[in-house]
């Protein structure tokens, strides 16, 4: 495998900074996009799924191309939410680490728009910023696009789908001419067609993988349940998936918050994420979900755009989107930068003939689980814990002070009753809120025979 040194196209101050984060072989579309603008003045349209790259594709040669005898931005790069914004000029900052006089900002709403125009004094090169935020600058004649050289539209499909159209074409229309606009994205819609044929020029189009398909490495399953048990399912396929991490998307405000109370009032550590939250307790639980400090995120789809969270195993659809790019945007949320995650949807009998549309879609096809028992849960949870003790390494120098205490207070015990009462202390919280559970798998209904066949666990 190649690595960005085999390739002779980037500065050794970038390379250095590269070798810091860790970055040693590019992705697919970094391998695909980065060559090519480093040698073209050409506009670009790249469909590449989140999670692969994409801010290092179109941010590592911008960087090297930016001109530092030019005191004004020289770069803008869109982007949808305010966690995107920030995420993409962090990493526009770690990039340029080793090249000091190359400055970015940051424009989004929800913070003091003062603190902003005076950075805007300053002497800036590249500008990530929300449309809304952005327009708002320009229409203030405080953010003066004349020296732009570089459009960015990151995550455009999620813009468009936020309803920023109108900003995004206000701005692009403010734009010189003579600049190189790359487009990427992870879905390809009829108006972002519209804005390439529009706005770009002759644009080269670079695709990984196909058109708005979900990303490889991301298993889709299902549960039919009944309305009156899906919370109830809600908790047994949390259970059932040890060290589980991730997103539980709703799609309503109200019912987001109800499921994020539900969850913590039984034991679970979730957050909810929603439009209306403001900007502070947003960073608050948004910082705490990065950290792994919270578990699971119950989230809107408005609130979780642009978010860009490392080593999330599983997405789980509570209420299934209408449309298939929004359940793209969902499931591409886990399974990235080369790792495997899980998309799964919780169901209504009713609601197979939509995912039946997204297998064809997206090309995947969607794995039907029964919802686990109480007995199947707690049997995985007590073996998930008997091998973490196998594994568990003692330090027996801290260990020694506490030993002749520890077995004075034991030595009642025989081996087998230990084994018992430390097992039961795994368990009993499962078997306790499973207590004289039922069944929560629909029954089976047989046309054939106008009956219901019961099902057998």
């Not at 799924?49 to 790069?77: D, V």
């Not at 819609?189 to 708005?212: Q, V």
């Not at 009156?228 to 259970?239: G, P």
Request: aromatic residues 10%; contains cysteine.
């Amino acid at each position: 495998m190649k690595t960005f040194k085999d390739y002779h196209f980037l500065n050794d101050k970038i390379l250095l900074a590269l070798e810091d984060i860790g970055f040693i072989s590019p992705t697919p579309i970094q391998e695909k996009v980065i060559p090519y603008l480093l040698k073209s003045e050409k506009d670009i349209i790249a469909l590449s799924q989140t999670g692969t790259g994409k801010t290092a594709a179109f941010g590592l040669p911008i960087i090297q191309k930016i001109n530092l005898k030019i005191h004004f931005p020289q770069a803008l790069i869109l982007c949808p939410t305010r966690e995107l914004c920030v995420q993409i000029t962090r990493d526009i900052f770690r990039f340029s680490k080793h090249m000091s006089l190359i400055k970015s900002i940051s424009l989004y709403g929800g913070v003091s728009i003062e603190n902003q125009i005076i950075s805007l004094r300053k002497k800036v090169h590249i500008v990530v910023g929300t449309p809304g935020r952005v327009i708002d600058l320009i229409q203030r004649k405080k953010f003066y696009l004349s020296k732009i050289r570089f459009l960015v539209l990151d995550e455009s499909d999620e813009m468009l789908d936020m309803g920023f159209k109108e900003e995004i074409d206000s701005i692009i229309n403010r734009l010189p001419k003579e600049r190189q606009s790359l487009l990427f994205s992870a879905t390809m819609s009829k108006y972002m067609n519209k804005i390439a044929h529009t706005y770009l020029k002759n644009p080269i189009e670079i695709i990984i993988g196909k058109k708005n398909i979900g990303p490889n490495n991301v298993k889709h399953s299902y549960f039919i349940v009944n309305d009156q048990n899906k919370y109830l399912s809600l908790k047994r396929i949390l259970d059932i998936n040890l060290g589980i991490y991730g997103i539980i998307f709703c799609k309503t405000i109200k019912e987001t918050i109800r499921i994020a109370e539900y969850l913590v009032k039984d034991g679970y550590n979730a957050e909810a994420l929603y439009g209306d939250l403001p900007q502070k307790k947003r960073e608050y639980v948004m910082n705490r979900f990065r950290k792994k400090i919270t578990q699971f995120l119950v989230a809107t789809d408005i609130a979780s755009r642009g978010i860009d969270v490392k080593d999330i195993t599983h997405i789980i659809n509570y209420n299934i989107p209408n449309e298939c790019k929004t359940y793209v945007h969902r499931s591409g949320r886990t399974g990235r930068a080369g790792s495997y995650g899980t998309s799964i949807c919780i169901i209504h009998s009713k609601e197979t003939k939509n995912l039946r549309q997204f297998e064809k879609k997206i090309g995947k096809n969607f794995e039907k689980i029964k919802i686990p028992s109480e007995k199947e849960i707690c049997k995985k949870k007590l073996f998930y814990f008997i091998e973490k003790v196998k594994k568990t390494v003692v330090d027996e120098k801290s260990m020694r002070p506490f030993l002749p205490e520890i077995q004075r207070e034991l030595e009642l015990f025989n081996k087998e009753e230990l084994i018992k009462r430390f097992s039961w202390i795994e368990i009993h919280r499962f078997l306790s809120s499973y207590k004289n559970s039922k069944d929560l798998n629909p029954p089976i209904f047989s046309s054939k025979k106008n009956v219901f066949l019961t099902r057998k666990n």
